[in-house]
C-alpha cells in the first residue's frame, strides 16, 4: 500500500468511528527516507523485519496505548503489516494485547473490536486470527525462497544481489547489453526497464587497492593497516555509523589487518562476481539444490540464527562487466599466502564475555612488570604474559599460568584472609545484622504478642455475648442487637487470626534468613569449589575479587625437563585492598610497533627508560545484590554482602610454589 492510499484508508476509517487522524503522505515519506518510528498518529516500522515481537514502532505504540486513555482505534491495512509472526499464536496474543487494553482494531476487510473483562473470546474471530497471521508468517518463508532464486539468477548474470559494494567499487546502471546507463550515488534506489545495476571499478579508489596488493606480498596485513594510518588515508567506512553490540556508534576511520585482507580476497578484482559465501537468513537458507530449511547448527545457544560462511563449491559466480583488475595467477598466490599467514592462533580477539575472565587485569608477571592476558587453552583458558604475546617471543619468556586453577589459588586466599583472628566473628554479625534488618524480627515478635493478647479479649467477648444471645430469645430488639454484636466480633477475631498467620509466615521466612546466614558461612569454607575448570560462568568470583581488590603477582624459573627448558611457577605475592605492588607495574604503551621499536633501541645500545609509572589499581562499585531467591547461588550473594563495605586487609601473602 502506498503513502498516499494509506493515508486515504486511515482517513475514510477515522470518519466512520469518529475519531482524529493527523497523518499525512509528506509525514509518511519523511518517515520511510529519515527511519522515524513514530510521528503523531503515524507508527511505521519501514525496513524492520515483521517476525519481531520488539520493534521501535511497535514498541512505541505499546507505551502510549498504556499512557493514554484517549486511543480508541487502531487502524492497520492487514494483519500481516501488524505482525508476520513465526508461530501464529504469537499474533494472536499481540492482537489480544491491544483488545484487553479497550482498543478497536480496523483492517481493511474486518474489525476486531475490544475484549470487555471476564468475556470470552469469539471463536469465529480466533480462528480467522489464526489463519492469516499463519498467511503472514508463511509469506515471509515464500518472500525468502524468491529473494534467494531471484539472487542467483541474478549473481549468474553477473549483477548486483544488493548490498554496499565492496572498497574499490561503485554501483552503476546498465542496460541487458552491458551498455553503461549512469553511475548510480550511494544509496539511490533506480528501477529502469531492461536495466540492471553492476558492480564497476571506481577510478578514484581502485589504484589504492592495487597498492594495497602489491604491499600485502611482502608485508603482513596489520602492518600495511599501520601504513595506511599513518598516512591518514581514511577506511573504507569512514564517517559511517555502524552498530556493535546493540550500540550505534561512528566508524573511526582506521583501517585494520581484517578489511586489508577482505579488500584482497575480493573475487571481484577478477571480474568475478561471488554471491553465497555467507548465509544468515532466519527462514531459508542457500543450499547446492538452491534454498535450504535452517538446521540446528544454524541456530546459536540462545535460539537465534547465526551467521555461516559457506563452503566454495556453494558459491554462485558470474562474469563481471569489466576486465579483471589484476592478474588471477597473481592474486591465487597472494590467496595462498595469506592462508599461510593465518594458519597460526596469533591475534585471536580475547573474549568478550568478563564472566570468563575472572582475573582480567589482575595477574602480573613480576619478570616483566608485564599484565598477564587471558587467552583460550585446550577447553579451557590460561594468563600469559602480555609483553611475551606482543613482542611475538622476542622479550620476556612464555610465562602463562592456568585460568581456573589460579581463581581457586585465589578463592581461598580470601578464605584464609576471612578465618584471621577476628574477620570470621565479624562477618558472621555483618550477616546477621543483615538478615535482622530484612526481617525485621524484634518487632514483629511484639506485635505477634499483642495480637495474641487481643484475640483471647475478642474470645471473652464471643462467649459473654453467646450468653447474652441465648437469654434474649423472648426480646427481638435485645437479639437483634446481641447478633449484630456477635458478627462484628467474629468478622475482628477473623482478622487478627488472618495478621497473625501473615506474621508467623514472616517469623518462618526470617528462620530460613538465620540458616541462609550458616549456609553462606559455610560456604566460605568451600570458596574453591566456585573455580571448577567446567563452568561457564566466573561471575560471583569477579564480584569477590572486585570487592577484596585482589592480585596476584607471579614469578617463574627455568627447569629442565629431559631436552627441553621450560618455564613454571616459582611463587609469587597476593595483595589485598590498597596494599602497595611488590614491583613496578608497566603502565607504557602496549601496541606491537613501540614494543619491538623499543627491542630494537636496547639492541643498538640505546635502552629505553621506563616511563614514569601511574601504578592504578581495578576498584569495584559497593553494591548490594539484593536478590532473595534461595539456593547455592544466593548463598554466595549473602556472604558478598556480608564483606561488602568492612575495612579491606592491606596484607602481602608471599606464595612458595
Not at 235 to 261: E, K, M, Q, Y
Not at 475 to 490: H, Q, V, Y
Request: contains cysteine; aromatic residues 6%; charged residues 30%.
Amino acid at each position: 500500500m502506498t503513502p498516499a492510499k494509506y493515508v486515504e484508508f486511515a482517513q475514510e476509517k477515522a470518519k466512520e468511528f469518529d475519531v482524529s487522524f493527523d497523518g499525512d503522505v509528506r509525514t509518511i515519506e519523511r518517515m520511510m527516507k529519515d527511519g522515524i518510528p513514530n510521528v503523531g498518529d503515524i507508527y511505521l516500522d519501514y525496513g524492520v523485519q515483521g517476525h519481531k515481537k520488539s520493534r521501535p514502532a511497535l514498541d512505541q505504540l505499546r507505551t502510549r496505548i498504556e499512557t493514554d486513555n484517549s486511543i480508541d482505534v487502531l487502524v492497520i491495512p492487514r494483519r500481516d503489516r501488524l505482525f508476520r509472526p513465526n508461530d501464529p499464536v504469537d499474533g494472536l496474543l499481540l492482537e489480544a494485547e491491544f483488545s484487553k487494553a479497550g482498543i478497536t482494531i480496523v483492517y481493511q476487510d474486518k474489525v476486531v473490536p475490544p475484549t470487555k473483562k471476564g468475556a470470552r473470546h469469539d471463536l469465529a474471530q480466533l480462528l480467522t486470527g489464526l489463519i492469516d497471521f499463519d498467511r503472514a508468517g508463511a509469506d515471509r518463508r515464500d518472500l525468502a525462497r524468491k529473494i534467494i532464486l531471484a539472487q542467483i539468477r541474478l549473481a549468474e548474470r553477473g549483477y548486483s544481489t544488493g548490498g554496499r559494494p565492496s572498497f574499490g567499487f561503485r554501483r552503476s546502471l546498465v542496460t541487458e547489453q552491458g551498455e553503461l546507463v549512469r553511475h548510480l550515488q550511494d544509496g539511490e534506489r533506480v528501477r529502469m526497464r531492461g536495466c540492471h545495476v553492476v558492480w564497476q571499478p571506481d577510478e578514484n579508489k581502485i589504484d589504492l587497492v592495487r597498492r594495497i596488493l602489491g604491499l600485502l606480498k611482502n608485508h603482513p596485513a596489520n602492518r600495511v593497516a599501520r601504513m595506511l594510518n599513518d598516512e591518514g588515508l581514511p577506511s573504507p567506512d569512514a564517517g559511517r555509523f555502524r552498530t556493535d553490540n546493540g550500540v550505534r556508534h561512528l566508524v573511526s576511520g582506521n583501517w585494520n589487518g581484517t578489511t586489508i585482507t577482505n579488500i584482497a580476497r575480493n573475487p571481484l578484482l577478477v571480474a568475478i562476481n561471488a554471491y553465497g559465501r555467507r548465509s544468515m537468513g532466519d527462514q531459508l537458507r542457500l543450499s547446492s539444490d538452491g534454498v535450504r530449511e535452517l538446521e540446528e547448527t544454524d541456530f546459536r545457544e540462545d535460539e537465534q540464527p547465526k551467521v555461516i560462511r559457506n563452503p566454495s563449491d556453494l558459491h554462485v559466480t558470474g562474469q563481471g562487466s569489466f576486465d579483471p583488475i589484476v592478474d588471477p595467477k597473481e592474486r591465487e598466490e597472494l590467496i595462498q599466502e595469506l592462508d599461510r599467514r593465518g594458519a597460526t592462533q596469533r591475534a585471536i580477539p580475547r573474549s568478550r564475555n568478563p564472566k570468563m575472565n575472572p582475573l582480567g587485569g589482575r595477574v602480573y608477571d613480576m619478570d616483566c612488570g608485564w599484565l598477564m592476558y587471558r587467552a583460550p587453552y585446550t577447553g579451557s583458558f590460561r594468563y600469559k604474559c602480555g609483553l611475551y604475546d606482543l613482542s611475538h617471543g622476542q622479550q620476556c619468556r612464555h610465562n602463562t599460568i592456568k585460568g581456573p586453577e589460579a581463581t581457586a589459588f585465589l578463592l581461598s586466599c580470601i578464605r584464609q584472609r576471612l578465618l584471621a583472628r577476628g574477620l570470621w566473628q565479624k562477618l558472621r554479625e555483618r550477616l546477621k545484622q543483615i538478615a535482622d534488618r530484612e526481617a525485621s524480627t524484634g518487632q514483629d515478635d511484639s506485635r505477634i504478642a499483642m495480637i495474641q493478647k487481643k484475640q483471647l479479649e475478642v474470645q471473652e467477648e464471643l462467649k459473654a455475648v453467646t450468653k447474652s444471645l441465648a437469654r434474649a430469645g423472648d426480646r427481638p430488639d435485645l437479639f437483634e442487637a446481641m447478633t449484630s454484636e456477635f458478627d462484628k466480633l467474629k468478622t475482628q477475631e477473623k482478622n487478627l487470626a488472618s495478621q497473625m498467620n501473615e506474621l508467623k509466615a514472616k517469623a518462618s521466612v526470617a528462620s530460613e534468613d538465620v540458616a541462609e546466614v550458616e549456609k553462606a558461612l559455610e560456604l566460605a569454607m568451600n570458596l574453591t569449589e566456585l573455580a571448577d575448570s567446567k563452568m561457564d560462568d566466573f561471575e560471583l568470583p569477579r564480584q569477590l575479587f572486585n570487592l577484596t581488590n585482589v592480585r596476584l603477582f607471579v614469578r617463574f624459573q627455568e627447569v629442565q625437563q629431559g631436552k627441553r627448558t621450560v618455564n613454571q611457577l616459582a611463587g609469587g605475592v597476593v595483595t589485598f585492598g590498597a596494599a602497595e605492588p611488590p614491583i613496578e607495574i608497566y603502565s607504557g604503551p602496549t601496541n606491537r610497533k613501540y614494543v619491538k621499536g623499543r627491542r630494537k633501541n636496547h639492541r643498538n645500545g640505546n635502552p629505553q627508560g621506563k616511563p614514569e609509572l601511574e601504578i592504578t589499581y581495578p576498584t569495584g562499585e559497593s553494591k548490594s545484590l539484593g536478590n532473595r531467591s534461595r539456593g547455592f547461588r544466593n548463598q554466595l550473594e549473602l556472604f558478598v554482602q556480608g564483606i561488602e563495605g568492612m575495612d579491606p586487609a592491606t596484607r602481602h601473602l608471599v606464595l612458595a610454589a
